[in-house]
């Protein structure tokens, strides 16, 4: 267009008395887009232009939509020219073969729209950094895989395994026909998109280029034609994860000079940057709080990777929730072997859980200022959101562990001849279950003092219950805890004491605390419930049992019935209600969950999140979008003990408060 070069040259005029600066967009898209992402020696061009990348990780799928353009926003205004975002692919297929890109009538289905929050992510201004896997790690169940996958037999994920490759086809072809046209050659926000993630991590013996080159091929198959790119540790895994003649990146937090000089003798003609630069860390339950680096280690690291000239993605810039039971684990190299990670993804970032602003966000936004020779029109910082402690609620209303198993549809429940891992059930369209608890019913005559053996482990908490009474006592102690009903036990017995005469109904309840989303293949299995070995009561193995699973969504806990009038002390499990009104539009707020034990907590139906009694993560955070002008209702799932009030905080507490022994 003429004139457009002169509309620009009084835009920068403007620019330079302090007035009117061009968009990113503006800036880079002047005079049509003839190329993507390049990468020259020593600097990044985009559209023929240099570009040093300050971008900062959201996942779309840990914010509630209805947040993701004031999150968004936040992010342009400390300076950032890009988002990076993982694609989760459990939520885009939590059933084979039934895909969800916002339509998919599932629990979370408005927290994967993806191409809208492309879009949001483009209309603030913003490039878009994509890394859809298919693994994706990020503290996530099974790092992003659908446990689905667990029904084959020896499957090998991450691998050439035919059955793997075939589903993730099956997938990449989905997912990749929303975003196609979000390519920044296109028109769209897309500028890069990742190869696997941190392949090298898997360990040298397992990594297997033919994969890498499977995911290339689907991505290019699928008109994928910005620029690709592989991330892992530089100094430890080197060039494997690697695929020769794409660009490496580097994941870190401390040491970045040893990182870059590393990847500069890896690929001397190539510009430099972090893909995962860790700008806090995570916390497990059971552990102390980890904040990863203070805000000091922050910002030197920060500037050693700028005196770099390298881009950086901050990794997080805004963690957000881990809603329902979708967080990950880690296996843990020894003793205990196994740590689930908190509901709360803080993640300690320049934006807190709630999206407020830290001073993480300060240092970011001021270093960006000082280093980015390309300036661009900024929008003013969103203000805080207002936060209230609502009115303590008491706990009205319940429904014993006996009245909610009487609520699971009949389609669910199975009998099945000796105990079985969850995702082996044949319901849910043969995806078997995925998420929640597992309950293994048996009606048998039991003595006044029952010995229960469960052989092998248990995963990853077991209860047991007897005609509805609790037998078990809720955790304590540290996470190497020994007694039964934990996985640290191979091989457990139990004395069940107390029941009635007669015929009983034996429950064991199995709590699927998060699948594991980092490791070697070994860390790969990871079935949930029992499995391992038999069940025996006095010493004869339990067979032809019910299996009964709690998966707890959306539109069952809105469905219940039968909630009574609460009396004395409720032991668990049971649910329990509370509803309130609220006048005026919602804002904001937390849950204190000290004085309850162990759960789950659900807002109008939505499944919220975990909380537990030994911390480190005390509230779970309630963004207003969940709650409504009037009528609201909150539902707790407690497995030992529920308090009797539920308490409203306008603060978080994330750790430091208690702590955990490990
Ligand atoms: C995603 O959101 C957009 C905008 O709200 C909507 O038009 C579109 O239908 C949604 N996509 C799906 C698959 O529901
Ligand atoms: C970074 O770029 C500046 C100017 O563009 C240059 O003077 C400096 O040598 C570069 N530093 C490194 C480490 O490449
Ligand atoms: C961050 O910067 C803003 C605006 O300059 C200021 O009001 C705020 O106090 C700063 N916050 C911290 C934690 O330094
Ligand atoms: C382990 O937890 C149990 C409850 O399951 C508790 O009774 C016991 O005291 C704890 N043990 C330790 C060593 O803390
Ligand atoms: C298995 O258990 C179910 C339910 O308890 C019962 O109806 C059925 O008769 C049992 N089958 C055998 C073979 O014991």
Redesign the pocket.
């Known amino acids: 267009m003429p004139g457009q070069a002169s509309l620009l040259l009084l835009l920068f005029a403007v620019a330079a008395s302090g007035q009117i600066l061009p968009t990113l967009y503006e800036y880079y898209t002047e005079g049509g887009i003839s190329s993507g992402l390049q990468t020259p020696p020593?600097q990044f061009k985009l559209n023929g232009k240099d570009i040093t990348l300050y971008s900062g990780s959201i996942h779309y799928f840990r914010v509630l939509p209805e947040y993701w353009r004031d999150r968004l926003r936040r992010m342009r205004a400390a300076g950032l020219n890009a988002i990076e975002t993982y694609v989760p692919w459990n939520l885009h297929e939590p059933e084979i073969g039934k895909f969800d890109f916002g339509d998919g009538g599932n629990d979370f289905s408005a927290l994967v729209n993806i191409t809208q929050f492309l879009r949001i992510a483009q209309e603030e201004d913003l490039f878009v950094i994509l890394r859809p896997g298919p693994y994706i790690c990020s503290e996530w169940d099974f790092g992003g895989l659908p446990s689905w996958l667990l029904r084959y037999p020896g499957i090998q994920v991450r691998t050439s395994d035919p059955i793997f490759t075939r589903h993730v086809k099956q997938f990449f072809d989905q997912l990749l026909a929303q975003v196609v046209d979000f390519q920044f050659t296109r028109g769209g926000p897309i500028i890069a998109v990742q190869i696997e993630n941190e392949y090298g991590s898997f360990g040298a013996a397992n990594v297997q280029q033919s994969y890498l080159q499977f995911i290339r091929d689907a991505y290019i198959e699928n008109g994928i034609s910005e620029m690709l790119f592989t991330c892992d540790s530089a100094v430890s895994s080197g060039t494997t994860g690697a695929l020769p003649g794409y660009l490496m990146m580097a994941n870190f937090n401390t040491n970045p000079a040893a990182q870059f000089d590393k990847l500069l003798e890896l690929q001397p003609d190539k510009p430099l940057m972090s893909m995962e630069y860790w700008a806090g860390w995570f916390d497990h339950w059971w552990s102390k709080h980890d904040t990863g680096l203070t805000p000091e280690q922050f910002s030197t690291n920060l500037g050693i990777i700028f005196?770099?000239?390298a881009s950086v993605n901050l990794y997080m810039f805004h963690g957000g929730s881990t809603h329902g039971f979708l967080n990950g684990a880690n296996a843990l190299g020894s003793y205990p072997f196994y740590a689930a990670d908190t509901s709360s993804y803080d993640y300690d970032a320049p934006l807190s859980e709630a999206g407020d602003y830290t001073l993480k966000y300060n240092l970011t936004r001021d270093m960006v200022a000082q280093n980015n020779k390309v300036q661009t029109l900024l929008p003013a910082p969103p203000a805080n959101s207002m936060k209230t402690a609502y009115p303590t609620l008491p706990i009205t209303e319940y429904l014993s562990i006996e009245q909610i198993i009487q609520q699971i549809p009949s389609e669910l429940i199975t009998q099945i001849e000796t105990v079985t891992n969850m995702e082996a059930l044949e319901i849910n369209g043969g995806s078997g279950q995925s998420y929640g608890l597992i309950v293994y019913r048996k009606q048998i005559d039991l003595p006044p003092s029952a010995q229960l053996q469960i052989m092998g482990r248990i995963r990853d908490v077991a209860m047991v219950v007897v005609d509805g009474q609790q037998k078990t006592q809720r955790p304590e102690g540290g996470i190497s805890n020994e007694s039964f009903g934990y996985w640290t036990v191979a091989d457990s017995t139990f004395t069940i004491e107390g029941t009635d005469a007669g015929i009983n109904t034996l429950d064991i309840i199995v709590d699927n605390w998060a699948r594991v989303n980092f490791g070697s293949p070994k860390d790969f299995e990871q079935k949930k419930g029992l499995f391992e070995g038999t069940v025996l009561v006095e010493g004869q193995p339990l067979s032809n049992l019910t299996a009964i699973p709690l998966e707890f969504k959306s539109k069952w806990i809105k469905s219940l019935t039968g909630w009574q009038p609460i009396q004395g002390q409720l032991q668990g499990p049971v649910l329990v209600r509370a509803q309130f009104q609220i006048q005026g539009t919602p804002t904001d707020t937390f849950l204190d969950m000290s004085g309850w034990s162990k759960g789950s907590i659900f807002v109008n139906g939505f499944n919220l999140g975990r909380y537990f009694h030994l911390g480190p993560q005390v509230t779970s955070y309630i963004p207003a979008p969940l709650l409504k002008e009037g009528d609201n209702e909150i539902v707790v799932f407690e497995h030992y003990i529920p308090a009797t009030q539920l308490v409203f905080t306008n603060v978080p507490i994330l750790g430091g408060k208690r702590k955990g022994g490990a």
């Open positions: 020593g005196s770099y000239n």
